[in-house]
Every structure is written in structure tokens, then in C-alpha cells.
């Protein structure tokens, strides 16, 4: 293949990728249906944030958060149904129990690692040993700027650990098991290692004070706006809404089998830290995963960071000289 130049990249040497939004299929059917497809994202954004602002304190909790985020997940597999952004990623039974099993091991042993050794328990202890104050500062701020800071001190920090993870072998072996899903569908963000889970999961927002209701109404946003990466559901995003957020078009494009089009549309939720980093395309892909599409077990996928990892050691000490591991010294700094 020739390939597509964007910027100073060359993409879709390795397989078929789509580049350009004009390039981009759009919903087709009656006025109805491209009204709601258009404009159905907008709407659930804006109506969380009306809800979350205004709704009482008896409602704004975190059992009503939780209602609300699997309401909307059954929402978004029945629109799968209905309107498929691509027949091959059409999901199965047996594909959506093996999706359900990753949520429950996300929501229950990465959760429950999070609790304990996360970034939030650390750096509570930081400050509790270092007996330093929080910047409670943050909470005089209006709602809505709280709940935007929360979400882009998370992103900015995953964009960097998702980069990381392609740029840096050992943080490469959990999160290379991600990349073998061969579709989309609203689950399979949970799809993957758990040590991946947990270490995509880590952030600085404890060093940060904010009311408990910035934090509902950023999870809501975030939820409005995150759920929709892993979906195979077409839609006709609005043109400022492709600029300031990752669709499922970019998110497609990140887990594309060509090499090149993976390495870009890093962020979780708003694609214009892509854009200040130069690292976004925008575009589409539909064959996904790693060696040729290859699936992963369920098995081999929690095993493989370590067994991989184990491999790889071994091999590099095989072609090390013994006597250059003996006798190999620190060299201090001048």
C-alpha cells in the first residue's frame, strides 16, 4: 500500500484506513434518524450537566450516578442494533458475555487495587506523612470549572501514560493486549489486563480539593463523552464536537492495524490535547486489532504481559556476555 501523508507521517501502509472527515461515511435514512444521530451526543452531554447542576442533594449521589452510567450503557448496545457503524463489528452473545466478564474484573479487583495502592492512596499518604495541606483553594471555583478541571488533570495525565504505554516497552507488555480486540462495541474499553486497568487508572486529581458534586458532574461529562470510543454505533458527530473530543473515528484509527495510524489519539477524552501535541488524525478505521486480527483468549490475555515479559528477559540475558553482566559498573556523573 502507498499509504496516506498526514503531516509529516505516513499512514495506511499496512492496512486500509480512512483519512479526512469528508471521507467519512455519514447516517443515511430519513430526516428523523439524521437528526438524532447527529445530535443525540450533544444532548446527553447537556442534559447531564443540567441534571448533575441543579438536581437536589437527596438525588446527587453516587448510587444515582451508577444507575444512570448502566441505564446509558444499555442505551448505547441497543443503538448498536439499530444503527452499526460497521456489520463486522456486529457483537454476539458470546462476545458480549466475554465483554461483561472484563467489566466485572474492572469494576471489583481493579477497583479494589485502585482503593488500596492507587494514586489516590498514595498521595494521601504522601500528605499525611509529609503533613501537607490540599489545595482547597480549588473549591471556591464555579461547579462547572471544578468538574472541567477534574476531567482535564485525569486526561492530560492518561494522555501521557497511554503514550507512554507505545513508546516504552515494559509499560507496552499489559496494554499490547488491548490492542488485540478486533472491534468496537460499548464495552470493550474494559477489555484488556487488569494491570493495564489499573495503571491507565492512575492520576494526580487527589493533590486537588474539589466539592463532591464537581466530582458527580465530571463523571457524568466524562461518561457523555467517553462511553462513545468503544461503540459500534455511527454517527454524525457535530464539527466542533470532532475538534474538542475523541470519537469513536479516532479511537478506531488508534486501534487500526496499521502500525502508524495506532501511534496517535492517545487522550480518553478531549482530542485537542492530541491536537496541542500533534499526535491526533482524524479519520476511521475498520479492520482492528494486532497480527492480522488475531484474537486473544481470555487466558492468554492475563498471562501474556508476564509471560511475554519473561520471554523477552530471558532472550536479551541470552545474548549478553556473561562476563559483560558481571563485571558492567555505574559510572557516576561528572
Known sequence: M???RVGKRVVGTQSPVTIGWENVPQVEGGTFKRLFFTWFQPAVLFGMVAFWYYAPNSIAKASTAIGIGIGFRILLQILEFVNPRYKSWQ???KELATDLFYVGVATTMVRLADNYIGADAAIEAM?????LDKLVWFTSLPLLVQAFLIIFIFD???YWMHRGMHNWYPLWLPHSVHHYITQLNVHKGAVGNPLELFLIGLGIGGL???VPRAFLLAGAIGMSVGAYQHINVRFNSPRWWRYIFNTTEHHSLHHSQDFESTRSNYSNTFIFIDRMFGTCIDGEAELLGMEGGRRMSIREQMLYPFAEGWRAYRERA?????FARDTATAVPAE
Request: proline letters at 5%; charged letters at 15%; a negative charge.
Open 156 to 158: 492530560f495525565g492518561q
Open 91 to 93: 457483537i454476539t452473545w
Open 318 to 322: 541470552t545474548r549478553t556476555p556473561l
Open 127 to 131: 500528605q499525611t506523612g509529609l503533613h
Open 2 to 4: 502507498d499509504g496516506i
Open 208 to 210: 486537588f480539593d474539589f
